[in-house]
C-alpha cells in the first residue's frame, strides 16, 4: 500500500515525497541543533556564574549581606526545631513571608552548599598538610 502511494506521489509530483521527507529531516536537524546550541549557552552561562560567585567569595565584603541574609534565617529554623522538639512549648516561629520565600529558599541552599564547601576545603587543607 505505502509502495503505491509512494509511487504515485512520485508519479504526480516528481519527488513530492522525497521533498516532503527531507524537509522534514532538515527541520528536525535543525531543531536538534538549536537544542544543542542552547544547551551550550545555558552550560556557558552557569560557568560563568559559577566562576563570579567563586570569585566574589574571595572577598570580605561578599560575606556581610550573605551574613545578614543566613543568621537570621539559622536562628528562625533553629527556633522552629526547638519548638518542634519541645512539643510546642516554646512561642511559635511565623512563616516566611511568601514574597521572602525565594530568597529565604535560596540563601539556605546556599548556606548548606558554603558550608559544604568550607568543610571540603579543610578535608583538603588537612590532608595536603599531613604530607
Do not use: C
Not at 522534514?24 to 560563568?48: F, G
Amino acid at each position: 500500500m505505502a509502495w503505491i502511494f509512494t509511487t504515485i506521489l512520485n508519479w504526480l509530483g516528481g519527488g513530492v515525497l522525497s521533498k516532503v521527507l527531507g524537509h522534514l529531516e532538515t527541520r528536525a536537524n535543525n531543531e536538534t541543533e538549536r537544542q544543542r546550541i542552547q544547551a551550550l549557552r545555558e552550560q556557558h552561562a552557569m560557568t560563568v556564574q559559577g566562576s563570579v560567585i567563586t570569585k566574589g567569595m574571595e572577598y570580605p565584603f561578599f560575606w556581610i549581606p550573605w551574613l545578614i541574609a543566613t543568621v537570621p534565617l539559622a536562628g528562625w529554623f533553629g527556633w522552629g526545631m526547638l519548638d518542634t522538639a519541645f512539643n510546642g512549648a516554646l512561642p511559635d516561629v511565623a512563616e516566611i513571608p511568601q514574597g521572602l520565600l525565594p530568597w529565604a529558599q535560596s540563601a539556605w541552599q546556599n548556606l548548606f552548599f558554603s558550608g559544604g564547601g568550607v568543610a571540603a576545603a579543610g578535608i583538603i587543607g588537612k590532608a595536603i598538610a599531613r604530607r
